[in-house]
């Protein structure tokens, strides 16, 4: 089992070559539709990297500057190094109407000095310069607009548009100083904000944004799909895992690792579970595994190693190394040099630990290799943004991540299980982030423009399914999908993947899914993913929750059922099809038959094949040994599902029932008139 890779998510696309054409402006598809919002005041662009966010943001800063009465842009960025992605551009060249052009003593990321609270003094400063000043741009981190904010306040940048680079650093929660200093930003309303994130939702499950904040931007989304299907080159993608046993990872790490490929390797932190010795021990261990250390390039400082089996010699970038920072900076400007930006033979193996994650662009890159769990769904789809970047001759890219396999003799396989679950955790999400974008909509809606319905057209009273090819939309009907108010109907247009995000990460739920076997699908679709969606939007009512949690199961449980089609992989648009296939073949596809698959099904086929019999039968029954009785809250739950089901149905549910479900429903209900007894609370309405 050890050094088996999992393709746990595989897409094959269409390779349009769109993702790169440009109009008469220069815009590229993305760019075009951000653009086209750039009289919004307030702009969120959800787009994956690559994409083109940076220059999208320059041609919207510029027509703000230009027509919009804003008298300045500044441009925030997370990190010194993503600054660069801002530099000057000549636009022009291209057809626009104007240049991008930022002085370089408004480059703050190029400004010496640290940019924690000491540091930050000058350039707060000449943040404050700036704003007195005619100039029209400015780049800075997040941590230096901080500190401006603080020192000079909100009304300080007035008319002013504030660009915030990778969103999702931003959330709601109290220890979140730039999360807050937006939400004051918004109060006051004379700014104008574009926000840009490739992962907009949080590794940490906290939203980015108040759904009443949120509400206030316009959004302008560009889905994975799209942007992989119109690449040129890249055709397939694939993302797994990998399991190492008990010796620790140096042991398998080489069936994983394949020199023939150009990659990026993340080592584990020193004092993670992972880790096997110092940082520098790590490295050199890795480097070991590829070859024969010759060397250092004297010019890149690289690692020169002789490969074992064909001899080539192997150039090692080493970004975990911070002993010397004259020799770091040497090697990250030999990354950085514009001059070798097309080169493929510049760098053959990047060894990282906290770097080479977001902005980092090395378009080469064919494989990203994480060894050991990590605790951010946001750090892990980052990681695996470095290798969809589309070049010459790069057709296929993967992204593995090395695990610890649980063992069945671990005195606690339940805690032993956790770091699993995040691992399947990222390849469900990663399988919504790549899927096709759905339009669910009620039975006999009609057909819509632009959708093709094969070839008999939309059938009234048949299953219909609709397909955009170009934007990878896939229209797809449900009979008894419930309306909803223009708040969820937004939420299911714009958040939908931040919700899956928050379900998957939900660890009760995706135990219960996928270890107790007691656990029926309908206690995940049903009663699990509504809890999980009312906290995330308390003031949703019960009604639009429900419209919500329809769509969002549908969106799971469609992808893991293309999956088991075994297409997607091996044909072209091969999960697009897979999903259609699957809901022409059903006889009516309903909310009722979608709310019996369990969503998390296809993760445990791919768990019971790769791990070996007994270390599952232990973790089952490990986790079936910690489940309780009904709990209070959730045999509320089940009383007000049984509500619905006794008014569908025309009767109350029986305990007796060769139905699990409706048994699972008649529990409920007496568990719940346990604790109405006990509490002397008032008993639920409704006649049982």
């Not at 897979?578 to 979608?594: A, H, N, P, T, W």
């Not at 019971?608 to 739950?637: F, G, W, Y």
């Not at 006794?646 to 429903?665: A, T």
């Amino acid at each position: 089992m050890s050094g088996t890779s999992i393709p746990s998510v595989s897409i094959a696309t269409g390779s349009t070559g769109r993702s790169a054409h440009v109009n008469e402006m220069g815009m590229r598809p993305m760019q075009e539709r951000v653009f086209q919002k750039r009289g919004e005041q307030f702009l969120l662009i959800k787009s994956p990297p690559a994409s083109g966010k940076s220059r999208a943001l320059m041609y919207v800063a510029l027509d703000k500057l230009a027509n919009q009465d804003v008298k300045q842009a500044l441009i925030v960025v997370p990190e010194r190094s993503i600054g660069a992605s801002f530099s000057d551009e000549p636009l022009t060249t291209s057809g626009f109407w104007a240049d991008w052009i930022v002085k370089p003593r408004w480059n703050l990321c190029a400004m010496p000095g640290a940019d924690d609270e000491n540091g930050s003094q000058g350039k707060v400063k000449s943040v404050g310069d700036f704003l007195a000043s005619n100039d029209s741009a400015l780049v800075c981190t997040h941590a230096t607009f901080r500190y401006a904010v603080e020192a000079l306040g909100v009304e300080a940048f007035d008319n002013r548009l504030i660009a915030i680079d990778e969103f999702h650093h931003i959330s709601i929660g109290e220890t979140n100083v730039l999360g807050s200093q937006l939400k004051a930003l918004l109060v006051r309303a004379k700014v104008h904000v574009v926000a840009m994130t490739g992962t907009y939702f949080r590794g940490d499950a906290t939203a980015v944004l108040s759904p009443e904040d949120e509400a206030r931007f316009a959004t302008v989304t560009y889905t994975y799909y799209e942007q992989l299907n119109g690449y040129q080159y890249l055709k397939a993608l694939d993302i797994g895992y990998s399991f190492y046993g008990s010796r620790g990872y140096p042991g398998s790490i080489g069936d994983v690792l394949d020199p023939s490929l150009k990659t990026i390797v993340h080592i584990p932190p020193v004092n993670s579970a992972a880790s096997m010795g110092t940082k520098e021990e790590q490295v050199s261990g890795i480097m070991d595994t590829l070859g024969k250390w010759i060397c250092r390039d004297s010019d890149t400082d690289f690692h020169l190693v002789r490969e074992k089996l064909t001899g080539r010699v192997l150039k090692v970038a080493d970004l975990v190394d911070d002993s010397d920072l004259n020799r770091r900076s040497k090697v990250l400007g030999a990354l950085r040099n514009p001059v070798h930006r097309n080169d493929r033979e510049h760098v053959d193996v990047i060894i990282a630990l906290g770097m080479a994650k977001e902005g980092f662009d090395w378009i080469w890159c064919e494989h990203a290799l994480t060894v050991g769990y990590r605790s951010s769904l946001t750090e892990i789809v980052q990681i695996i943004g470095r290798v969809t970047r589309d070049a010459p001759g790069k057709t296929r890219a993967r992204f593995t991540n090395l695990v610890a396999e649980p063992a069945a003799d671990q005195s606690d396989v339940v805690e032993a299980v956790n770091d699993t679950l995040k691992a399947i955790a990222v390849s469900l999400l990663m399988e919504q982030v790549i899927a096709p974008h759905f339009d669910f909509t009620p039975k006999d809606s009609g057909p819509k423009p632009g959708f093709d319905y094969g070839p008999d057209g939309y059938q009234e009273g048949k299953t219909n399914v609709g397909v955009d090819g170009e934007t990878g939309t896939l229209q797809i009907e449900i009979k008894g999908l419930k309306g909803m108010s223009p708040e969820a109907a937004r939420i299911c247009r714009e958040d939908l993947m931040d919700v899956i995000a928050a379900v998957v990460q939900d660890k009760e739920t995706l135990t219960r899914a996928l270890f107790d076997t007691e656990t029926l699908p309908q206690e995940t679709t049903q009663l699990r993913i509504p809890k999980i969606i009312a906290e995330r939007y308390p003031d949703l009512s019960p009604e639009d929750v429900e419209a919500v949690r329809q769509r969002a199961v549908a969106a799971l449980t469609l992808v893991q059922t293309a999956i088991k089609t075994g297409e997607k992989a091996n044909t072209n648009l091969g999960l697009l099809e897979g999903v259609r296939k699957f809901v022409l073949e059903v006889r009516e596809l309903s909310v009722d038959l979608i709310d019996k698959i369990n969503p998390f099904g296809e993760a445990y086929t791919i768990l019971s094949k790769t791990l070996n019999a007994e270390t599952l039968r232990q973790m089952e029954e490990k986790i079936a040994a910690t489940k309780v009785n009904i709990p209070e809250d959730e045999a509320l739950d089940l009383t007000r599902r049984a509500l619905s089901w006794q008014n569908e149905n025309g009767r109350p549910p029986k305990i007796v029932s060769n139905d699990p479900f409706e048994s699972k429903l008649a529990q409920g209900i007496a568990a719940y008139r346990r604790f109405n007894a006990k509490n002397k609370a008032k008993a639920v309405e409704g006649p049982l």
